[in-house]
């Protein structure tokens, strides 16, 4: 057994979140292992750029009221207990509903070669706001 020691909490970069977003690395698996795991805290408004995940990702959301969407789909609300998982290569955003901050876990793996998360654009109002 290895207690690891806790990285400071680092704020999401203006290049890949609009808005105030701030994490935490719970885990970062080295080889064989290539886990991802993030505790990821947005204030209301904020969210990620669009982007996609080598490997796919999985979300659950811990407090507070979000948004996720896939690139051509309609926005969903996510709440606490929600779990949700966008398969390898699906370009979406996640964040916090306008008036709740938003709490969740992000997971994710590594591939063995290759980027982790290809990044895109950033989220515009109107993409943000429609529903």
Sequence with gaps: MQVLTKQPTTKGPAEVFTGD????????????????????????????????????????VTEGVGYVQARG????????GDVIYTPPGEEHWHGAAPDHFMTHIAIWEAPADGPEVTWGTHVTDAEYYRR
């Design 21 to 60: 977003v701030w994490f935490d690395v719970v885990a970062r698996g080295e080889e064989p292992s290539r886990v991802r795991v993030n505790t990821v805290r947005f204030a209301p408004c904020a969210r990620t750029a669009w982007h996609s995940h080598a490997v796919g990702q999985t979300l659950y």
């Design 73 to 80: 789909g309609e926005v969903v609300v996510m709440r606490p």
